[in-house]
């Protein structure tokens, strides 16, 4: 290894001054390529040196987060924009309805428990009571069949860890207590007497550090849990040690009769479907049970809708990449599967059974939402419920209920809920406002919000939209946020954005998100035209989405800034790094940056559905090669004032892509600049889901500080 750095870092004009990091000469050799890992130390994340790595970059983050000098203002207007009441669809379960409820300010929503959707509710679990800081938080939970038992995954500062707990529907604690879970699903038996769970092997860290770990998720296994006894006496039902990346999971049927065990490998949704006969087996799987393997390779998802009988119901995308409803009979497996309701222009993106036999389909037309209703049985179309223009949430509702409840909202508008009865008997009067979200002291009648199709590189036609106050001049000089993802099939949905209020109003700006390719916009076609070896479409299309917001006179590169988050983070940093002179700033979030090693911790081997295998694939390898942030860091072009945001227990994407990244960046393109390029890392916060209220508002407050700075925004009251 070679000694630190014996010369300070600084910027072009010396007035910033970057922390020394150590340089080593390690490296490592793929598919004939030698590569440089100078900062691989930085993955030891526990290590002193890490650790004083870490405060160091905050402290010089914190310096060029606070220069803003209306900081106090806009974090004072998004703590008000936060502070409205949101309400979840409910939901019945059982005897009771369960809906989630924020006052406005509370770190985590609580769940409340319902008679009827008109009566009194009551708080029937509220996770703001487990931690002072609010840093705990709810990551799934399910209800068994008649409602008397609800079990609940609490995690810790973020962590995809998490443990189970049980209680009834009046509120009781039992024993029951399943400790390091994670991505799990929890499915009860019919009986109430266990449930169906996966689980990692436990790391080996203390519970303390948590999501603090990097080693690689693998191994999953199936278990069940009887209600009353303690964890080590679970049932192993399923463990593949020969295809260590399968990752199982159970679902009990409607009916209670059958376990359908769906396995997946990575992100692409693709499973096998195995089907076991409950009620033969004692409702009690075991390992070495003869499942009736379906379908058994990862062609296409499947996803069990309902059952009658031995006809099952799926939504599947098998030879339709907007996807279709089929069924299949477990009695005549010779026919194989039939479609129900075929593919459409349309995507299917939601469904449900509901009233016995009415299918309700939720399409995805051009960005906005639609929804249907056929019948179950016969798969003939009945009618489409007129709901509002825009993003449509799920659909939540079940067989056994005459009603179901969704909700609407825009970048204009929270959340409102709609009720669907179907027995009303007047077609017409069947769908009604439920409940409402009100912002105070915002008129959004004073903005406007359209959507825009542009060009990408190839001419492909790109859905983006922009959201600004009316009055908005048009002459390049607005402050503009351009916000992406596109990836892992993921569609980009317009929702309100105390944030994104805030910059229209106060900085006078323009808010524009991008549906790239990658994502799941267009369905399948357009998921695959943004992933492998086709990832740098992605790029483009964000590109192209930046010159047309300076073509068409909304901003210029000096007043333009970028933000993405994950994946988004990836765009983010690609961008910067191919196009630095499109950008005034950019701020890429839990970022996944080292392109070439993402597959080596935690979940990350997942993402090879979409990004590639650079250790099996000489051409991945090489794709990503091409383009990984952490290895094109220019070496010629000045950047713009980047931040890249992280957290400590972040187990999904590590915070050493960050950590790697940013040395690169201030080593290599902060002498060639006078504009910032930091780090900020938050403590006791994960990848982002479940991050309490207080902690959103200190992140974005920062965020958004930076940003002003580097693009000259001002505040105006």
């Known amino acids: 290894m070679v000694s630190a750095e014996t010369s300070s870092i600084t910027s072009q004009d010396a007035k910033i001054v970057y922390p020394q990091v150590r340089r080593t000469d390690v490296t490592y050799t793929q598919h004939g390529v030698t590569v440089a890992d100078p900062y691989s130390w930085l993955e030891n994340l526990h290590s002193e040196e890490t650790q004083a790595f870490v405060e160091a970059q905050n402290k010089i983050a914190a310096e060029f987060m606070n220069k803003f000098e209306d900081k106090q203002k806009f974090k004072d207007r998004l703590t008000e924009l936060f502070n409205f009441e949101r309400y979840s669809s409910p939901r019945k379960r059982g005897d009771y309805y369960y809906y989630f409820h924020n006052s406005g300010l509370q770190p985590q929503s609580v769940i409340y428990q319902q008679d009827t959707p008109e009566s009194e509710p009551r708080v029937f679990l509220d996770p703001n009571t487990l931690e002072t800081d609010g840093t705990a938080a709810l990551k799934t939970h399910s209800f068994s069949h008649s409602g008397k038992l609800y079990a609940y995954a609490i995690s810790k500062s973020g962590s995809d860890w998490c443990t189970i707990y049980v209680k009834d529907c009046h509120g009781n604690m039992l024993s029951d207590v399943i400790e390091w879970v994670k991505f799990t699903h929890i499915a009860f038996t019919h009986d109430d007497k266990g449930f169906y769970y996966p689980s990692y092997e436990k790391p080996d860290v203390d519970a303390v550090k948590a999501g603090t770990e990097t080693g690689s998720n693998i191994n999953q296994r199936l278990f069940y849990h009887k209600i009353g006894t303690p964890q080590s006496e679970d049932v192993l039902v399923h463990l593949d040690t020969e295809n260590p990346l399968y990752?199982?999971?159970?679902?009990?049927?409607?009916?209670?009769?059958?376990?359908?065990?769906?396995?997946?490998?990575?992100?692409?949704?693709t499973?096998?479907?195995?089907?076991?006969?409950?009620?033969?087996?004692?409702?009690?799987?075991?390992?070495?049970?003869?499942?009736?393997?379906?379908?058994?390779?990862?062609?296409?998802?499947?996803?069990?809708?309902?059952?009658?009988?031995?006809?099952?119901?799926?939504?599947?995308?098998?030879?339709?990449?907007?996807?279709?409803?089929?069924?299949?009979?477990?009695?005549?497996?010779?026919e194989g599967f039939i479609d129900l309701v075929p593919q459409s222009e349309d995507v299917l993106v939601g469904v449900a059974v509901v009233d016995d036999n009415k299918l309700v389909l939720r399409y995805m037309r051009d960005v906005k939402g639609v929804v249907v209703v056929h019948d179950?049985?016969?798969?003939?179309?009945?009618?489409?419920?007129?709901?509002?223009?825009?993003?449509?949430?799920?659909?939540?509702?079940?067989?056994?209920?005459?009603?179901?409840?969704?909700?609407?909202?825009?970048?204009?508008?929270?959340?409102?809920?709609?009720?669907?009865?179907?027995?009303?008997?007047?077609?017409?009067?069947?769908?009604?406002?439920?409940?409402?979200?009100?912002?105070?002291?915002?008129?959004?009648?004073?903005?406007?919000?359209?959507?825009?199709?542009?060009?990408?590189?190839?001419?492909?036609?790109?859905?983006?939209?922009?959201?600004?106050?009316?009055?908005?001049?048009?002459?390049?000089?607005?402050?503009?946020?351009?916000?992406?993802?596109?990836?892992?099939?993921?569609?980009?949905?317009?929702?309100?954005?105390?944030?994104?209020?805030?910059?229209?109003?106060?900085?006078?700006?323009?808010?524009?998100?991008?549906?790239?390719?990658?994502?799941?916009?267009?369905?399948?076609?357009?998921?695959?035209?943004?992933?492998?070896?086709?990832?740098?479409?992605?790029?483009?299309?964000?590109?192209?989405?930046?010159?047309?917001?300076?073509?068409?006179?909304?901003?210029?590169?000096?007043?333009?800034?970028?933000?993405?988050?994950?994946?988004?983070?990836?765009?983010?940093?690609?961008?910067?790094?191919?196009?630095?002179?499109?950008?005034?700033?950019?701020?890429?979030?839990?970022?996944?940056?080292?392109?070439?090693?993402?597959?080596?911790?935690?979940?990350?081997?997942a993402w090879q559905s979409d990004y590639g295998c650079p250790d099996d694939k000489a051409e991945d390898f090489h794709n990503l090669h091409r383009y990984s942030p952490l290895h094109n860091v220019h070496k010629n072009k000045p950047y713009p004032a980047v931040a890249l945001l992280t957290s400590d227990h972040d187990d999904r994407v590590v915070p050493l892509h960050?950590?790697?990244?940013?040395?690169?960046?201030?080593?290599?393109?902060?002498?060639?600049?006078?504009?910032p390029l930091v780090m900020r890392t938050e403590t006791k916060a994960g990848h982002g889901a479940g991050k309490p209220i207080a902690k959103r508002i200190d992140e974005t407050t920062d965020k958004f500080a930076f940003i002003a700075t580097a693009i000259g925004a001002t505040w105006r009251d």
Not at 497 to 509: K, N
Request: with cysteine; net charge neutral; glycine share 8%.
């Open 376 to 605: 179950l049985t016969s798969g003939q179309f009945l009618y489409q419920i007129p709901l509002p223009v825009g993003t449509l949430g799920g659909i939540v509702g079940y067989r056994e209920c005459k009603e179901f409840f969704i909700s609407f909202s825009s970048y204009l508008t929270p959340s409102t809920n709609y009720r669907y009865d179907f027995s009303v008997e007047d077609q017409e009067k069947r769908l009604s406002i439920f409940r409402e979200s009100n912002v105070k002291n915002f008129d959004n009648t004073l903005f406007e919000s359209k959507q825009v199709f542009y060009e990408s590189k190839d001419g492909t036609k790109i859905p983006m939209f922009i959201t600004h106050r009316k009055d908005l001049v048009f002459d390049g000089n607005n402050p503009t946020l351009l916000y992406g993802y596109g990836g892992f099939s993921t569609s980009l949905m317009a929702a309100y954005s105390p944030a994104y209020t805030v910059f229209m109003q106060h900085f006078g700006g323009a808010v524009a998100v991008a549906n790239l390719r990658g994502g799941g916009e267009y369905g399948q076609d357009w998921h695959h035209a943004g992933t492998l070896l086709n990832k740098q479409n992605v790029f483009d299309d964000f590109q192209y989405g930046a010159k047309y917001l300076i073509n068409e006179k909304y901003t210029q590169p000096s007043k333009l800034a970028i933000n993405g988050a994950s994946n988004g983070g990836l765009l983010v940093a690609a961008c910067v790094n191919q196009a630095p002179e499109l950008f005034g700033a950019a701020v890429a979030q839990v970022g996944v940056l080292d392109m070439l090693r993402f597959h080596k911790f935690t979940i990350g081997h």
């Open 271 to 334: 499973r096998m479907v195995y089907i076991g006969d409950l009620e033969a087996a004692g409702n009690v799987i075991t390992q070495g049970y003869e499942w009736n393997k379906i379908v058994d390779n990862f062609e296409a998802k499947y996803i069990y809708l309902t059952n009658d009988g031995t006809v099952f119901y799926f939504w599947t995308n098998k030879d339709a990449p907007r996807d279709k409803i089929v069924k299949y009979d477990l009695a005549r497996p010779e």
């Open 658 to 675: 960050s950590f790697k990244h940013i040395a690169e960046l201030q080593r290599t393109a902060g002498p060639l600049t006078n504009n």
């Open 247 to 269: 990752k199982p999971i159970a679902e009990i049927s409607d009916d209670g009769k059958y376990i359908i065990m769906n396995i997946r490998k990575d992100c692409d949704r």
